[in-house]
């Protein structure tokens, strides 16, 4: 913590002794000195009596002191986070969350007990905000941890290669610095909510028995007032009524691009610009019905798949995942199927997933079909249907009860069989307006606008636009004075530059300052974001010295590396950097939110 002892009637010696006593305080800590100092100033009689220093030591001293750190790209581990925070008050526990990002290496050889949340993003990698903390734990600065009791929840999706590796990290480091786990790590899949309320209790029990808590800890006093909190969220979505479901990209063009309004009248729901829409979509019933002919089921039988009693045919289309294929997965349906061919598959991680790429449940009930394998045994087998997250493109301060999404059809052959994507697809081939979607958002407080009078730049190739539509409506009905980039790409001019008509009248009102793009396919020699990026450098470099923040919106896989690597070069050049200090640079910008990433 800081405190400015400037202004202090402190001797020199008096401050001196203040802070040291600060330096590495714990939050509880901070809270009892509160109090003592509350009670020593009471009453103007300038001493406290015993009463009110036992009132200001007891609930403190008497609670377990819980750090929760928390690393998150999207924020959902925060959210958890926040949920593990507010349940352990009432086990007695005194509980404070800390972003990665903002938490103070030294501290955490003086914590009690951590609790560590970590999502995991792209080739294993640990998300932007818990780079630098990743680092840390397994450099050489990494203190002894003897003395420290801990556990993991890790998020992932078990379809990609490196599942839950950055909580994987954490656990085997901790254990590794002597940290001993008082509850055992949780690998959690896109459907994590179960495993993660299990672990929060398991998490919470342990520590109030191990620590003799029984009273409810004390609510931090210095804690900001929380906004209201609509009724609907992930577990209770909103159902949306749609207002627009237009065609956005342009006749000639090989991508289908909707721009679809959904109405959150009466619903309670707030957002910003930069949060997204979870979106619970339904799978293509022609695709039900063909699981249903191949596994000879009429679909009538009654399962149970949502904490209630369903028929197989509405487990299969609202409530379980047949259109991806995982490696737990894959590993079941081998033991059940009792196939040596099939198992020496599982049994080689690469061939596996060379396999099932492009392929879904259809294609391996096929290909090893089980005998007698009953309904429920099927829908035990499947993960559930999880919802699907779109980027808002809209800005609530503009259009008020309303939130806009911006949403590219997925269509693809693959294996003899035309695919598609789940949620795209409905909502761009089965969904009409009137229709109801359920919905909740999804806040991210890692993709923020800055202060008004900060610049920006943003980066958002395709659909990775929308945020900044939702940013561009944001400033312009906050008059806000900081200047606004944008670069934009897309395959071509004539029928994929999306919102055109808005970012020109943007730019011609003055809102949008500079608008740079990229289209891929007008010319024979490919063009990206990123040659912009480059053909800019010194305007980019001079922005950033100015103080402007950065923002990267799409795909993971090509588009964010490719522009990261141009920003790189853009640091080596014009500023006089090596690799390693051009690194650090963007590093440097990540800590101070000055460089904001939304891949996917």
Known sequence: MTTDLNSSPLSAGQQARLAELLDGISEGQLFWLAGFLAGKCSGGSGRASANTVAAAITPVSAAPELTVLFGSQTGNAEELAQ?????????????????????????????????????TQGEGDPPDNALDFHEFLHGKKAPRLEGLRYSVLSLGDSSYEHFCKTGQDFDSKLAALGATALAERVDCDVDYEDLAEDWINRVLETIASEAGASQPAA?????????????????????????TNQLLSGRGSDKEVRHIELSLEDSGLVYKPGDAVGVFPENNPALVNELLSTL?????????????EVSLREALAFYREITLLTPPLMKHWADLAADDALKALVADSGELRAWMEGRDLLDLIKAWPIPRLAPQ????LLRKLPPRLYSISSSQAAVDDEVHITVAAVRYASHGRDREGVASAWLSDRMSEGDQVRIYIDPNKKFALPDDSKPVIMIGPGTGVAPFRAFLQEREEREAEGE??????????????????EWLKWRRDGLLTRLDVAFS??????RYVQHCLKENSAEVWAWLQRGASLYVCGDADRMAPDVHQALLEIASEQGGLNPEQAEEFLRQLNRDKRYQRDVY
């Open 377 to 380: 045994e099927l829908v035990n």
């Open 219 to 243: 609510v931090n006093p210095l804690a900001a007032e929380q906004a209201p909190v609509s009724a609907h969220s992930r577990k209770h979505p909103y159902p949306a009524v749609i207002l």
């Open 296 to 308: 000879d089921f009429d679909g009538e039988q009654t399962v149970s798949a949502v904490e209630r």
């Open 484 to 501: 606004n980039w944008l670069f934009f790409g897309d395959r071509r001019f004539r029928s994929d530059f999306l919102y055109q008509s």
């Open 83 to 119: 949920q593990l925070a507010a349940r352990a008050a009432d086990k007695g526990v005194s509980a404070k969350v800390v972003d990665m990002a903002d938490y103070k290496h030294r501290q955490l050889k003086k914590e009690q007990y951590l609790a560590v949340l970590a999502s």
């Open 521 to 526: 396919r007008d010319q024979a020699e490919k």
